[in-house]
């Protein structure tokens, strides 16, 4: 027996010891909670509940082995959407939180009437297709993968949010043009890590790597979508990516290589790192 307070300051510990973040002790800790319906803060000093003791420790050895929170809870929070994660599905990001609200935002600038075709190519766990689509009742929204694995995961994700989203299975943006889809907004999150990179045990362990790496400059798949997006993009359009910090003056020459007539702008998420790529079809200038 313990109280919440020991367990919590031992776990922490722990933590540091081991190289894993010591907020990740608090944070699983609320989750668990959460799940009893257990209020934690006002209990903080008292003895943890036998089961709930349990189920902490029996986490908590997995999280000091590098597993993943999200993992050991089975799920995930992404815009305010609770998405189930597994081994078949990248852990969605909070950078990647931050690229749904520039998309919103501009289908909000660009697209202020009617319905709003997109694509989220490379869905995963359909963190993004589902979000947007949720946020904006306006968009129409296709979201593709080429594991069939994570989009079983994905269709659950979007059953228990109560989203409207259709998935198909293919290659990058095959599976749209075979369609014949005709889109306001394409989006894309693709496997961007150089091959050779060097990773962290949690991510490398035990995330798909078919989710991670894009090839030596890891610029392979937007090479890919470069190419083809004219074939499934309307003529006023826009795309909208998630890149690597590190990647700004490859993803310029390369855009400005594949596609001269688009205007485009890279932005910074919330940790003053370059991680986002717009690229806009006649949709007049810097407005
Ligand atoms: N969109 C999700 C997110 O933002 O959390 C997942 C992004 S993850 C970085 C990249 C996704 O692209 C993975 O789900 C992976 O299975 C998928 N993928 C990899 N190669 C692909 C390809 N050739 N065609 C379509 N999807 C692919
Ligand atoms: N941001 C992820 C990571 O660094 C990678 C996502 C991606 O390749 N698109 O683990």
């Not at 027996?1 to 081991?18: G, P």
């Not at 470069?226 to 990516?241: G, H, I, Q, S, W």
């Amino acid at each position: 027996m313990t109280t919440f307070a020991k367990s919590v300051r031992k776990y922490e510990k722990l933590c540091r010891a081991n190289d894993v973040p010591p907020e990740t002790v608090m944070a699983f800790l609320v989750e668990l909670s959460m799940k009893e319906r257990y209020n934690l803060y006002l209990h903080y000093e008292e003895e943890m509940p036998e089961d709930l003791e349990k189920r902490f420790d029996e986490g908590m050895q997995r999280i000091l082995n590098q597993e993943p929170m999200a993992h050991v809870l089975g799920y995930s929070w992404f815009y305010g959407y609770r998405m189930i994660v597994n081994g078949d599905v990248l852990i969605p990001r909070s950078e990647t939180e931050e690229l749904c609200a520039h998309i919103l935002s501009r289908i909000d600038r660009y697209f202020p009437e009617g319905e709003v075709e997109c694509a989220d190519i490379g869905t995963g766990s359909g963190a993004i297709a589902i979000a947007v689509s949720k946020e904006e009742p306006r968009v129409r929204m296709t979201a593709t993968d080429i594991s069939a694995d994570a989009l079983k995961t994905a269709v659950i994700n979007a059953q228990e949010n109560d989203a409207h989203v259709s998935f198909m299975a293919g290659d990058m943006v095959r599976p749209l043009i075979d369609r014949g889809c005709r889109l306001d907004v394409l989006i894309s999150n693709p496997p961007y890590i150089p091959s050779e990179e060097q990773m962290e045990k949690s991510v490398v362990d035990f995330e798909p790597h078919v989710a991670l790496f894009g090839g030596n400059d890891g610029l392979y798949f937007y090479r890919q979508i470069f190419r083809d997006c004219r074939k499934v993009l309307k003529d006023r359009a826009f795309m909208a990516f998630e890149m690597g910090w590190d990647q700004r003056e490859r993803m310029s020459a390369l855009v400005e290589e594949y596609l001269p007539e688009a205007r485009y702008e890279i932005l910074k998420d919330m940790n003053g790192k370059d991680r986002m790529l717009f690229v806009y079809f006649n949709l007049g200038d810097d407005e």
